[in-house]
């Protein structure tokens, strides 16, 4: 079945720095969106897109539908930042599939 | 606008017991979908409603596991005779059910099963 493939599954980083999460997929999917986990447990929605680059404010991310990836890039990192990062891609219909998470460690 | 309301936040079950989540989207939102997350397994698609109509509940495990929208108020995930395998955070989402479109998460309801 449709597979999304999530790396890196932890990430340490430390305040000021920055890095990349990517999310690879097995086919061709129409949209993409990423989530943060909350500390209270909840998805909270990052970016969706259906095709190039969204930015909100140290946050990036863009959507390669034809080369089958999407990446989440963030700079200037902080501790709030901390956190398991999802990405989910569908081919068009209602169903998602969600990349196995990255947990992000952000330290002084 | 209060997002996605999931109740209980918490619940804990005995084995053999049942329990029922509830989930009310966003108001004026269409389609309702409900996932499971589990360390194991990840976050996993249940089932999924447009217009309180079941469109699509190939994710439910096949014995004990049954959703409803009676209105489009709410959506309900009931599990019957609860196992310890059960336990898991469930996810309920909804959207505009324009084709491909955001889907606003609700904080889950932990449900832990002894």
């Known amino acids: 079945g449709d597979q999304v493939e999530q790396s890196p599954s932890a990430l340490s980083l430390h305040e000021g720095t920055g890095s990349a999460l990517r999310c690879n997929f097995t086919?061709?999917?129409?949209?993409v969106q990423w989530f943060r986990k909350n500390s209270r447990g909840s998805l909270i929605n990052l970016f969706y897109?259906?095709?190039g680059t969204k930015e909100n404010g140290r946050l990036k991310s863009a959507f390669d539908s034809k080369e089958r990836y999407s990446t989440l890039h963030i700079r200037d990192a902080q501790l709030e930042d901390s956190g398991t990062y999802f990405c989910a891609a569908g081919t068009g219909g209602y169903k998602v599939v969600f990349g196995s998470g990255t947990r992000l460690l952000v330290s002084p | 606008n209060a997002g996605v309301i999931q109740t209980p936040r918490h619940k804990v079950t005995g084995k053999g017991q049942e329990a029922t989540l509830w989930c009310e989207p966003i108001s004026g939102h269409s389609a309702v979908f409900w996932y499971r997350q589990t360390i194991v397994q990840g976050l996993e698609f249940l089932t999924y409603?447009?217009?309180?109509?079941?469109?699509?509940d190939s994710g439910m495990p096949k014995e004990r596991f049954s959703a409803q929208m009676p209105n489009q108020s709410h959506s309900t995930l009931k599990i019957q005779s609860t196992q310890p395998q059960d336990s898991a955070v469930y996810l309920c989402?909804?959207?505009?059910?324009?084709?491909?479109?955001?889907?606003?998460f609700g904080p889950g309801t932990r449900l832990l099963v002894l």
């Open positions: 409603f447009r217009n309180q109509a079941p469109i699509d």
């Open positions: 989402a909804s959207s505009s059910g324009l084709g491909v479109d955001t889907q606003y």
């Open positions: 897109l259906a095709s």
């Open positions: 086919t061709t999917m129409r949209a």
